[in-house]
């Protein structure tokens, strides 16, 4: 059996790059297209793989039933977008793991209802621009300004 070779040091920085945004927006596919919408990023080390809590009455659950593929992005002190695949978990213990208070208030339920769903989200492939280095962007324009060879301030890595 083949295992999956893991970049750590992309994941080390993709974590580091999202680490402190509370919100993401999950693309997933429908019939008609693409649907985006804001998601709360789950307090856990991102590790390759995203967390985020749904209800099984939502249409966010049924496309993802129809077509696990997904896109996730992030804005903070810099962009990033997460290429992956949804996998839907019913784990009323993971679920309390990862609850809150502002879950209660935004889902309008309480951490042991049954209609709860984890969206785990295994990441293949991200794309970042590291815009909020205020000293890369300096240098860059510098580099910019000056004819030099400008920095690639824009990646995007295997997971």
Known sequence: MNTPVVNQ???????????????????????EGLVS?????????FDG??????????????????????NVAYVGKSYVSIRGEAELIQDPAKVKEFWNKAYEMLLDVSYDDPSLVLIKIQ??????????SKTKLV???????????????????DL
């Open 37 to 45: 919408r804001p998601m709360k990023t789950q307090e856990v080390e």
């Open 9 to 31: 040091e992309a994941i080390e920085t993709v974590r580091d790059l999202i680490k402190d945004i509370d919100t993401a927006m999950l693309t997933t596919v429908t019939p």
């Open 49 to 70: 793989d995203l967390w985020f809590l749904t209800k099984k009455d939502t249409n966010k659950y049924r496309e993802l039933m129809q077509n696990p593929l997904v």
């Open 139 to 157: 240098k860059n324009l510098f580099n910019k300004m000056t004819g030099k060879h400008e920095m690639d301030l824009n990646k995007t890595v």
């Open 123 to 132: 990441a293949d492939t991200a794309e970042y621009w590291e815009t909020g």
